[in-house]
């Protein structure tokens, strides 16, 4: 069950925590410098399968995520900024690293996308790395391929226009699923 919620955890929030570049063509609208997503993941590696809800909060340099099962218990809370990423799990200690590949390295074996995801779940790449893009017919991102893993943009919000709702992120025996129930910039 430890490995779960870090499994989990690692997945969603221990994202980079860089400025953004300019927006390519029909490309998000939102703040890339302050927001706060809510919604529900899964995460599936081999035969592990997790879920639940998730609130995460992009501040520039910080980043701060708290999942909670599918009853509401808290399961996570993930803190990253430029010092060093920390986990924090239920009747556990701390889990501290240098960045979050070496967190996920070190509690699970494997780094996962987690440089990626804070650029991936607002439809733009990572602009630090080559990637390969596919376009829907409104100019948005459809699919995705960074760094080994196949990001496919399922659904976009209504509002704020240009975030996605839905996405999925692959590679190998891991899929990630998120839903964006709701963003806000602040």
Do not use: N
């Amino acid at each position: 069950m430890r490995r779960r919620g870090f499994l989990a955890a690692s997945v969603l929030a221990l994202a980079g925590c860089a400025s953004a570049p300019p927006l390519p063509p029909g490309g998000a609208s939102l703040s890339t410098e302050s927001w706060t997503l809510q919604g529900r993941f899964s995460v599936e590696s081999g035969e592990e399968r997790v879920s639940g809800s998730l609130r995460w909060e992009h501040r520039g340099a910080r980043d701060e995520l708290l999942l909670t099962s599918p009853l509401g218990q808290a399961v996570a809370r993930i803190a990253r900024d430029a010092d060093g990423a920390v986990l924090e799990l239920p009747k556990q200690p701390l889990r501290r690293a240098p960045d979050a590949d070496a967190l996920t390295r070190e509690a699970l074996g494997y780094t996962l996308p987690v440089a990626g995801l804070a650029w991936w779940v607002q439809a733009r790449p990572d602009p630090a790395r080559g990637f390969d893009a596919t376009r829907d017919d409104a100019g948005r991102l459809a699919r995705l391929r960074q760094d080994g893993w196949t990001i496919e943009y399922q659904q976009y919000a209504e509002h704020p226009p240009g975030y996605p709702r839905k996405l999925r992120v692959s590679r190998e025996d891991i899929e990630i699923r998120l839903v964006a129930d709701s963003w806000e910039a602040e």
